[in-house]
Structure formats: structure tokens, C-alpha cells
């Protein structure tokens, strides 16, 4: 089957997912990213790239950091950004997703990020365009269900890039509600492609993702064994909603043998950077001293998304 993402030439054409994304195409995305960031110590932080072209922000699910931040990106690079407010919106009337994506087609639209409660969603949109040859029209997957959260998972690597410089002496541990996780879904299938040679999961059985070995990541139900030695750990967000289930014992339990505290992360190496997709949850995961501590990357994270959002819009925009 073709590559969804890619037009015929081989280039960008969505950005839905990272698993079959070449690597030569994420580097250039890091690459890219790199020269936006410079931008944000100008005065002038804006660039002309996507002047004229209008950017619909579809977020059918809630959002702080993703939402924010593409709105930021597409407004340095000069683009009308339209932030379409789902709940007042003909979604609650019962009109279609693709009914919705094409009468904002209608209205000249260029652009779509979609976050989606539903795996699938930005597929189903990409297709829909694919399908009609709307070929100047880009989707962009802001998180769609437990499937992929691509810009997640390219800033995340941006940030991983930043601190260690090479990805191929790495050991990499992500660490939670793993079964659960977009963002590790999106994040592994980027490390395997950058070359991380060791990749770990970490958590309760009832979180671990089948499957994962076949990708060659080693799975542990003991935090101390797994963070050993580790370059990068990854934390995820326990969903609340899933704690006092069948899944999860309390938050308190959960703390006691996955979160992550300063004493845990003294067995990762000395230098060992923690990240975060947020929104955090201190004392369920995480101890708010690791949080707030040197070593947590966390708020970089954020900060690189702006770059990476904008490198990914920019070059879907042929730039
Ligand atoms: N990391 C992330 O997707 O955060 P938001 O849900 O706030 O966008």
C-alpha cells in the first residue's frame, strides 16, 4: 500500500504518523526545526513562508500544550489561523467529520491540524483528500486516539537530539501507562528510525503494549532494573480515569513502585535528561522535585514544539 503521507514524489503530504516515515524525512524536520529556533531570540519572530494560507485548528478533544502551540507556529509563519470551536460548532448538530473538512475546504482552507478522540481520524480526512485529488490541501495528526501523536513524538526527538547530540549510544526508557500512549507509540517508532539502539518500556503488566518486542523494545515491570543506566527517560501520564480500575491500583500505589523520584533517577546515568509530554501529574507519576529539578526538560519540550510545528507546517507548505 502507498504511504498515505507522501505525494508521488515522495514528499510530505500529511504528517499522520512516524511509523513508515523515513528517516531522511525526519532529519530534515529536526533540521529545519533548528533554524526556527533561532527566530524566537528576534525581536521580529515572524517569517512570510505561509503568508496567504489559512491553518484550521480541529481540536475535537481538549489540548493546552499541541493547540497552543501550532496556533503560535502557524502565526510566525504569516498564516491565518482559524481555531474552529468544536462545541459550538455543527459537530453537535450531527454533521459528519468530512462533512465538516469539506465545507471548510470550501472556505479555502489549506490546512488542517486535527486532534481526535478516535485512532484513525486524521487518516480518514487524508484519505478523503487523497481521494479527490485535493492535493493542496495538508493534514496534520495532533493526536488521534492511543494511535500516534507525530509532533509529540518529533519534538520529543528535537529535545532528545538537543541534550545528547547523537541518537546511537542511547539508552532510552518510557516509562507508565505505556499500553495507553500515543505519545510512546509515536516516540519508539522515531527512536528506531534515528537508530536509538535501546529502547525500554516500564510499568505495571496491565500497562506494557503488546507487541513492542517485535520492535526490539525491552519491557520491565521493575522501575529500578528498568531506569539503570539510562540516557533518557521518558514519563508518561498516568490517565486518571484509569486509576481504581481493573488496570490500575491507587494513585498512591502506582507512586509507590513507578513514580518517578530523585532516588530513581539517581540510577539513570549522572547526566540523564527527564522529559514529559504533559500535563504532568505530580505525585502520581512524577515527584515535584524531580519535575522542577536540573534535569527535567519538561518546559524545553514545550518550547521546541513551537519550532517543530513550524518546521513541519512549512515544508507540508513546500517550503
Ligand atoms: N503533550 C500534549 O499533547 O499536551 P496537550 O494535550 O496539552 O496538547
Known amino acids: 500500500m502507498l504511504n498515505p503521507q507522501l505525494n508521488s514524489n515522495g514528499e510530505l503530504q500529511h504528517l499522520l504518523a512516524l511509523r513508515d516515515l523515513p528517516k531522511d524525512i525526519i532529519l530534515h524536520i ?9 527566530l524566537s531570540d528576534r525581536e521580529v519572530k515572524k517569517v512570510p513562508l505561509l503568508r496567504g494560507k489559512s491553518v484550521f485548528n480541529l481540536f475535537f478533544e481538549n489540548s493546552t500544550r499541541t493547540r497552543t502551540t501550532f496556533e503560535i507556529a502557524a502565526k510566525r509563519l504569516s498564516a491565518d489561523v482559524i481555531n474552529l470551536n468544536i462545541a459550538a460548532s455543527s459537530t453537535s448538530k450531527g454533521e459528519t467529520l468530512l462533512d465538516t473538512v469539506d465545507n471548510l475546504t470550501s472556505m479555502n482552507a489549506d490546512m488542517f491540524v486535527v486532534r481526535h478522540s478516535q485512532s484513525g481520524a486524521p487518516f480518514l480526512i487524508a484519505k478523503h483528500i487523497n481521494d479527490h485529488k485535493r492535493h493542496h490541501l495538508h493534514v496534520v495528526n495532533a493526536g488521534d486516539g492511543r494511535h500516534a501523536h507525530p509532533t509529540q513524538g518529533l519534538l520529543d526527538m528535537y529535545t532528545i537530539r538537543h541534550y545528547k547530540k547523537d541518537f546511537t ?22 527512536l528506531k528510525t534515528l537508530g536509538v539502539p535501546e529502547i525500554r518500556t516500564i510499568g505495571p503488566a496491565t500497562l506494557l503494549a503488546s507487541g513492542l518486542s517485535e520492535l526490539g523494545v525491552r519491557q520491565f515491570t521493575n522501575m529500578e532494573e528498568g531506569l539503570k543506566d539510562v540516557d533518557v527517560i521518558i514519563m508518561l501520564r498516568v490517565q486518571n480515569e484509569r486509576i481504581n480500575s481493573a488496570l ?12 518517578l523520584t530523585a532516588e530513581r533517577l539517581a540510577l539513570a546515568k549522572p547526566d540523564a535528561i527527564v522529559m514529559h509530554p504533559g500535563p504532568i501529574n505530580r505525585g502520581v507519576e512524577i515527584d515535584s522535585a524531580v519535575a522542577d529539578g536540573s534535569q527535567a526538560v519538561i518546559l524545553s519540550q514545550v518550547t521546541f514544539g513551537i519550532a517543530v510545528r513550524m518546521a513541519v507546517m512549512s515544508i507540508l507548505a513546500g517550503n
Open 30 to 38: 529536526l533540521d529545519t526545526a533548528t533554524s526556527f529556533v533561532s
Open 169 to 190: 549510544n542511547l539508552k532510552v526508557a518510557i516509562v507508565g501507562d505505556v499500553v495507553h500512549s500515543r505519545v510512546a507509540r509515536s516516540d519508539i517508532h522515531a
Open 248 to 259: 490500575l491500583p491507587t494513585t498512591q500505589e502506582f507512586f509507590k513502585s513507578y513514580g
